[in-house]
């Protein structure tokens, strides 16, 4: 089992940069493959960025390629996605999410919210216009 805790957001400008960490403790980290998924009011929760275990392969929702970075440090069991070029539509809240793949390669990943065993308590992005 694993315990995440999300920090990082606040209230930002359109433009502005924010950089979210997830914290996690429990089960060996690096056999987890860790994703982003932020929900808005109203909507459905929606992927935004998944890293695999070994931090060599990474995807992005089309929304966010090129203005988000997801990242993980091993050492330090914590994975952050930084967001710059922020936009309204970007406003939600953000959460960090595990999948335990210590089985799988290295390089496996999923995009798919449902694959994913444990969740943060989500953290809190608003971005102004």
């Known amino acids: 089992q694993v315990q995440l805790v999300e920090s990082g957001g606040g209230l930002v400008q359109a433009g502005d940069s924010l950089r979210l960490s997830c914290a996690a403790s429990?089960?060996?980290?690096?056999?987890?493959?860790m994703g982003w998924f932020r929900q808005a009011p109203g909507k459905e929760r929606e992927f935004v960025a998944a890293?695999?275990?070994?931090?060599?392969?990474?995807n992005y929702a089309d929304s966010v390629k090129g203005r988000f970075t997801i990242s993980r440090d091993n050492a330090k069991n914590t994975v952050y996605l930084q967001m710059s070029s922020l936009k309204p539509e970007d406003t939600a809240a953000y959460y960090c999410?595990?999948?335990?793949?210590?089985?799988?390669?290295?390089?496996?990943?999923?995009?798919?919210?449902?694959?994913?065993?444990?969740w943060g308590q989500g953290t809190q992005v608003t971005v102004s216009s």
């Open positions: 999410a595990a999948d335990w793949v210590a089985y799988y390669s290295s390089s496996y990943y999923t995009d798919r919210g449902g694959e994913y065993e444990y």
């Open positions: 890293i695999s275990r070994g931090g060599d392969t990474t």
């Open positions: 429990g089960r060996t980290f690096s056999g987890y493959a």
